[in-house]
């Protein structure tokens, strides 16, 4: 009994352990071949069970796809790990395949102006040296930008030319060249950028008066000075006559193209009812006429008793029976029919109502 | 191409219920697939969510038309329904015209309807009620609006107009160029 259980529980181990391996090995015909570097794990092998057509093999594909997991996942074990904060971690190699780009390719800046021009007189870029030998500080120097080789501003004497105002500040002129030189390349810079997105800058054209303005200067110019106070030009009277700005509203926003349909669907439709419920439940035209309809075919009915009643009695009683008994009839008849009529009106139109509610506040008068 | 704004949407919403009174949730909300109304160069369009999605990878500027033209909007915002949405409004209309065979061929070029043209009309059609025009053999032919009641309409005389013309399937052929 002992040997015999012995040898189930050896038995028993043995096969937990070749269900282990068996759970972690796979085989298959051709190797996957693997990339790393982006956890990517390609199969060659030719997918024969899932080529038989009709439903989709829900169990093969899972088993497919188990396989091909636990193919990688055995890569990954043998890459060499570190240790990050309590985690093992496996050190990824290089990727190997390149992935497509993720934007599109950028466009070709148009040229600037420089660029152009030099494109235009065929210059080419000088190539120069990076450092200027500098003789007042003795060393080498870079050509351009923190303390450079012939820096103008730094000079401490400067002579006064024969031609200038001897009260004049020179190291003050100097400094306000500079300061232009760099506002002036700036401006060049961000018109540079301007065309090449195709974008407008704001334009200073009537800001600065020069007496011969054309009318759309000044009209700009009055515009921006409206708008240059602490509120923003809200609280800026106009003139009698002078009308609103056209176009000086905030740009409208729409919905997105594919917005929530369900949403859209239900805005819809709430506006829809409420317009509905909008809408008079007693149409006075359609009243006035079936009113008129009932009149008539009564009138009707009247003349064709009073027509056999004239042609029973005689000619001459016929007509005068009629002239008499018409207009009072017709009187009595639409005033009665009236009265008759005023009680039992809504009801009656209330019938054929779309929702088939009473209104009590819409009686006719 | 975007969706529409709430006021355009009712102004629109305000023109097709003239035609299909309530039945125009039929139109938002259907069975068998998710309907909507995109406008296009001050054009409605009425197109299904697939379409709708393939029509998104067309630029703007090329791109002409997508599912059924209902109509479009005019300089002053106002609603125009084109013959083009027909097949949508015939089905549900509430107030229908019937006009006779020799009056089909005057509507179809443009005229308006006169009482001696007029075959039938729905009952309590009140004046100014949108209506779809039949032919006696109950084909649609456009829409337009009642001149007068079904009650005005018995006493009128033979030569009176009693639907104003509004559009007709003859406009496919005349107005083909615009039309898209």
């Known amino acids: 009994m002992e040997g015999q259980s012995v040898e189930e529980l050896l038995a028993k181990a043995e096969q937990d352990e070749a269900e282990k391996l068996r759970l972690i090995t796979v085989h298959k015909e051709l190797e996957l071949e693997f990339d790393l570097g982006n956890l990517l794990a390609s199969d060659r092998n030719p997918p024969t069970g899932l080529r038989r057509g009709g439903p989709t093999p829900e169990a093969e594909l899972k088993a497919l796809a188990r396989d091909n997991t636990q193919l990688l996942i055995n890569q990954l074990w043998q890459l060499p790990t570190e240790r ?21 390719v950028p466009r070709p800046r148009p040229l600037t102006r420089w ?25 080498w120097r870079r050509r351009w930008g923190y303390q450079r080789a012939r820096d103008d501003t730094k000079e401490w004497l400067i002579e006064v030319p024969g031609n200038a105002d001897p009260l004049e500040d020179q190291f003050a002129k100097r400094t306000q060249a500079k300061k232009e ?5 700036e401006l060049n810079r961000l018109r540079n950028l301007a065309r090449a997105h195709k974008m407008q800058l704001p334009s200073s054209a009537g800001l600065h008066p020069t007496g011969h303005q054309s009318k759309e200067e000044l009209g700009r110019a009055l515009q921006v000075a409206k708008v240059s106070t602490a509120s923003v030009g809200r609280f800026q009277e106009r003139l009698p006559k002078e009308k609103a700005p056209r176009g000086s509203g905030k740009k409208r926003k729409f919905q997105p193209l594919f917005g929530d349909f369900a949403a859209e669907k239900k805005s819809q439709l709430e506006m829809l009812r409420v317009m509905n419920s909008k809408k008079p439940q007693l149409d006075v035209t359609r009243a006035t006429n079936k009113q008129m309809r ?19 009695k005689g000619g001459r009683q016929g007509p005068g029976g009629k002239r008499k008994g018409g ?6 008849k639409s005033k009665g029919g009236l009265g008759g009529k005023m009680n039992s009106g809504p009801p009656g139109l209330g019938s054929k109502r779309k929702g088939g509610q009473r209104q009590g506040g819409k009686k006719r008068k | 191409m ?11 919403f305000e023109k097709i219920a003239k035609y299909i009174g309530e039945n125009l949730q039929l139109l938002i909300d259907r069975p068998d697939g998710t309907y909507c109304f995109r406008l296009h160069n001050d054009r409605v369009y009425y197109v299904s969510e697939k379409i709708l999605k393939l029509a998104a990878n067309i630029s703007g500027d090329k791109l002409v038309s997508l599912g059924t033209c209902f109509g479009k909007f005019t300089k002053t915002h106002k609603f125009r329904l084109h013959v083009t949405a027909l097949d949508y409004l015939a089905p549900y209309a509430k107030y229908k015209v019937w006009v006779k065979p020799g009056a089909e061929q005057s509507f179809l070029y443009g005229n308006h309807v006169l009482k001696s043209g007029l075959g039938r009309i729905t009952e309590n059609t009140s004046q100014y009620q949108g209506v779809v ?20 309409c018995r006493k009128v005389d033979p030569m009176a107009i009693v639907v104003f013309h509004q559009a007709d399937i003859g406009e496919y052929v005349r107005h083909e160029e615009t039309l898209t």
């Open chain 1, 84 to 104: 990050v904060e309590e985690a093992v971690v496996a050190q990824l190699p290089e990727p190997i395949t390149r992935l497509p780009r993720e934007k599109p």
């Open chain 1, 327 to 332: 207009p009072p009839s017709q009187g009595g």
């Open chain 2, 2 to 12: 975007r969706p529409l704004t709430e006021e355009e949407t009712r102004v629109m």
């Open chain 2, 133 to 152: 025009v039949y032919s006696m053999a109950d084909i649609p032919l456009g829409f337009g609006v009642a001149a007068k009641s079904t009650q005005d």
């Open chain 1, 181 to 185: 030189r760099v506002a002036k390349n």
């Open chain 1, 115 to 139: 660029q152009q021009f030099a494109r235009l007189k065929g210059i080419r870029p000088k190539k120069k040296t990076n450092l200027v030998w500098d003789e007042v500080s003795g060393q």
């Open chain 1, 294 to 312: 009932e009149e008539d075919q009564e009138e009707a009915a009247k003349r064709r008793k009073m027509g056999q009643k004239g042609k029973r």
